[in-house]
């Protein structure tokens, strides 16, 4: 069964950092093109961050500058390094293929807050 699981959320003071990581099995990230997503309470999710398969990037306009998406093939994960957070940043993180999507993950909670 395909599966991802994300970790490495947690409650973090507005301009301190995070490393979220994605693990994905019965698949092959870098066959595919990956994507960060969040949701906040009462809203849509919305696309963070992506990464196709020739390792091209790109960010929501809201995260520029600030978050930065790769994968490690060897590991067959997803990571998301998030800096400068601020409290607009508070949602539940999740990973997925852009297209082609898969069961979601739990996610990973991400608070911040002083």
């Known amino acids: 069964q395909v599966q991802l699981v994300e970790s490495g959320g947690g409650l973090v003071q507005p301009g301190g950092s995070l490393r979220l990581s994605c693990a994905a099995s019965r698949f092959t990230i870098n066959n595919y093109e990956v994507t960060w997503y969040r949701q906040a309470p009462g809203k849509e999710r919305e696309l963070v961050a992506t990464i196709n398969t020739s390792g091209s990037t790109n960010y929501a306009d809201s995260v520029k500058g600030r978050f930065t998406i790769s994968r490690d093939n060897t590991k067959n994960s997803l990571y998301l390094q998030m800096n400068s957070l601020k409290p607009e940043d508070t949602a539940v993180y999740y990973c997925?293929?852009?297209?082609?999507?898969?069961?979601w993950g739990q996610g990973t909670q991400v608070t911040v807050s002083s």
């Open positions: 997925n293929r852009r297209y082609s999507k898969v069961s």
